[in-house]
């Protein structure tokens, strides 16, 4: 069992930044992929963006690259997602979700996520 908690959302204007934290607890944390989701005004879960079990690669959706980075300790067992130039459009809430090794960009393949964290962008 892994779980996770975010942190670190809130409301800001557009072009501001947010960085979002996501802290896990249980297992081997350093054997876990982790990914970003954000559930907006639809029902479905949109993929922001992944990070390997190991580290080495990460992962956006074509709408966070050049925006947002994705980062992980695995010393503290954490995962950051830092937002930049925030638009309107990414109004949701974020989680994040984990899974064993997993390669995928797929909610479904991540087992486990938090409870999210609300992000509000003015115009």
């Known amino acids: 069992q892994v779980q996770l908690v975010e942190s670190g959302g809130g409301l800001v204007r557009a072009g501001d930044s947010l960085r979002l934290s996501c802290a896990a607890s249980g297992r081997a944390f350093s054997d876990y992929s982790v990914a970003w989701f954000r559930q907006g005004s639809g029902e479905e879960d949109d993929f922001v963006a992944r990070?390997?079990?190991?580290?080495?690669?990460?992962n956006y959706a074509n709408s966070a690259e050049g925006r947002f980075t994705m980062s992980r300790d695995n010393v503290h067992n954490t995962v950051s997602l830092q937002m930049n130039s925030l638009k309107p459009e990414d109004t949701a809430v974020y989680y994040c979700?984990?899974?064993?090794?997993?390669?995928?960009?797929?909610?479904?393949?991540?087992?486990?996520r938090g409870q999210g964290t609300h992000v509000t962008v003015s115009s």
């Open positions: 990070i390997y079990y190991s580290g080495d690669v990460t």
């Open positions: 979700a984990a899974g064993w090794r997993v390669n995928s960009r797929y909610p479904a393949a991540y087992p486990y």
